[in-house]
């Protein structure tokens, strides 16, 4: 790692140095020296991340109405319940860049708004044809780019000692995915298919007018220069952001496929109801995002690699026990829950090590390569489990697979990155 107090990448050693936000003031400054304001930022950019993950996880809850109502195929109802991911993961790349340029205070309010669009078409045009479901689906991942916004903002705010943590509690915001978990079934057996899209819309709205009028960027933000396609292209080929990249890949695309898919594969493998199914998936989300925080702040004692490599470790037994198929009491239970919060501490974990490690000016690029790449990492398991289902009637070789991909990540980072975001003097 090159001193503290520059902010230049490294590429020849594979790691970037530590970035010092202007507005942080010193990196060892105490907590208590934190203005009042980053505090007020924290919670209304989590409470934004909420808000767009329910819009952009509005569609899950009720795949298996929307499979019913269209006689869809289990491959037809996996690709339903994972487009929204595709543009919540890809999106972030382009969102980043913008937020680097233009800030969050404009980014936040303005795809906060432009996510209500696709909210109402689904809700009130597409509800009756599975094409303009897909259509749909594939705009309201604009809800998911949002992480790409919060990040770089709360960053900004936080000395690098505290930043862990602050990512953590931003991350948080993953928990309007178990909003969406828990009431969209309900609100639609209680007031019809539209009602919980009408509902999102208008939240969705009332937040875009906070976050205008409350949140701020950070003053002196570095502001990058130059071509956004040039500053995208020279982050992706930073070693750093390709590595965070796989082991994002792996820890929040664990959550997101999970997310979106355990409410049909609870039904499918073990003949749950769609409100039994969803209660539990909101149960998994939930733990989830209760370790998000602990993972940030394990990360910010203990450093962020022996927080992913233990946190992998426990997602690869989980997922060896659920490849057996188990009953769910208790030992599925158990094997799912161990899951969840490993997967949340693991996403805390990296997202700790990005705030240490992304020069000043990057943290939104750099956000948004490696969040794309979670995405990206939770949209193929949902496809590739409802294929695997169809061929041969059950889940296990999927879930086999996930143990495998979690093996390799924990040894991946025990070897490779195991010096990445330590000071000279650890």
């Known amino acids: 790692?090159?001193?503290?107090?520059?902010?230049?990448?490294?590429?020849?050693?594979?790691?970037?140095?530590?970035?010092?936000?202007?507005?942080?003031?010193?990196?060892?400054?105490?907590?208590?020296?934190?203005?009042?304001?980053?505090?007020?930022?924290?919670?209304?950019?989590?409470?934004?991340?909420?808000?767009?993950?329910?819009?952009?996880?509005?569609?899950?809850?009720?795949?298996?109405?929307?499979?019913?109502?269209?006689?869809?195929?289990?491959?037809?109802?996996?690709?339903?319940?994972a487009?929204?991911?595709v543009v919540g993961s890809v999106g972030r790349i382009p969102v980043g860049?913008?937020?680097?340029?233009?800030?969050?205070?404009?980014m936040f309010p303005l795809v906060t708004a432009?996510?209500?669009?696709?909210?109402?078409?689904?809700?009130?045009?597409?509800?009756?044809?599975?094409?303009?479901?897909?259509?749909?689906?594939?705009?309201?991942?604009?809800?998911?780019?949002?992480?790409?916004?919060?990040?770089p903002l709360v960053n900004s705010w936080f000395p690098p000692a505290r930043r862990g943590t602050a990512l953590g509690v931003f991350g948080i915001g993953m928990g309007g995915?178990?909003?969406?978990?828990?009431?969209?079934?309900?609100?639609?057996?209680?007031?019809?298919?539209?009602?919980?899209?009408?509902?999102?819309?208008?939240?969705?709205?009332?937040y875009a007018v906070l976050a205008y009028a409350t949140l701020r960027d950070a003053p002196g933000r570095a502001v990058p220069t130059g071509s956004a396609t040039r500053r995208?292209?020279?982050?992706?080929?930073?070693?750093?952001?390709?590595?965070?990249?796989?082991?994002?890949?792996?820890?929040?695309?664990?959550?997101?496929?999970?997310?979106?898919?355990?409410?049909?594969?609870?039904?499918?493998?073990?003949?749950?109801?769609?409100?039994?199914?969803?209660?539990r998936t909101a149960g998994f989300v939930v733990l989830a995002v209760a370790m998000r925080p602990v993972g940030g702040v394990l990360s910010d004692k203990l450093r962020p690699v022996p927080v992913l490599v233990a946190s992998f470790a426990v997602v690869a037994v989980g997922a060896a026990v659920s490849a057996f198929e188990p009953p769910l009491a208790p030992t599925g239970t158990v094997a799912f829950l161990a899951m969840a919060?490993?997967?949340?501490?693991?996403?805390?974990?990296?997202?700790?090590?990005?705030?240490?490690?992304?020069?000043?000016?990057?943290?939104g690029s750099v956000t948004g390569i490696v969040g794309a790449a979670g995405g990206l990492g939770g949209f193929v398991p949902p496809l590739l489990m409802g294929l695997i289902y169809g061929q041969v009637g059950n889940y296990k070789p999927g879930l086999a697979l996930l143990a495998v991909a979690a093996g390799v990540a924990a040894v991946y980072t025990a070897l490779v990155m195991r010096s990445v975001g330590q000071s000279p003097t650890d």
Do not use: C
Not at 97 to 106: Q, S, V
Not at 118 to 123: I, K, R, W, Y
Not at 130 to 150: D, E, K, P, S
Not at 246 to 252: D, K, M, N, T
């Open 177 to 206: 995915t178990a909003v969406s978990a828990f009431t969209t079934v309900a609100l639609k057996d209680a007031q019809g298919v539209s009602f919980p899209f009408t509902l999102v819309a208008v939240v969705l709205a009332l």
């Open 83 to 85: 487009v929204p991911v």
């Open 1 to 81: 790692m090159t001193d503290r107090g520059t902010s230049a990448p490294n590429q020849d050693r594979g790691t970037i140095a530590p970035s010092v936000s202007p507005a942080a003031a010193a990196a060892d400054a105490p907590a208590t020296e934190i203005p009042r304001q980053a505090w007020t930022v924290l919670a209304v950019a989590t409470l934004g991340f909420g808000v767009n993950f329910w819009a952009w996880a509005l569609i899950s809850p009720l795949g298996s109405f929307f499979s019913d109502s269209l006689g869809l195929s289990a491959l037809q109802k996996s690709l339903l319940v």
């Open 341 to 363: 919060a490993a997967l949340g501490a693991a996403s805390g974990a990296v997202f700790a090590l990005v705030g240490v490690v992304a020069p000043a000016g990057t943290v």
């Open 232 to 279: 995208a292209w020279n982050t992706a080929r930073m070693p750093v952001t390709l590595q965070l990249s796989f082991l994002y890949a792996i820890g929040f695309g664990g959550f997101v496929a999970f997310s979106v898919y355990l409410p049909t594969y609870l039904r499918d493998a073990f003949g749950l109801t769609p409100g039994d199914a969803a209660v």
């Open 114 to 151: 432009l996510t209500i669009v696709p909210v109402l078409f689904v809700g009130h045009v597409a509800t009756d044809s599975y094409g303009l479901l897909l259509l749909g689906g594939f705009v309201l991942g604009l809800g998911g780019t949002t992480f790409a916004i919060g990040v």
């Open 97 to 106: 860049a913008l937020t680097d340029r233009f800030g969050a205070r404009l």
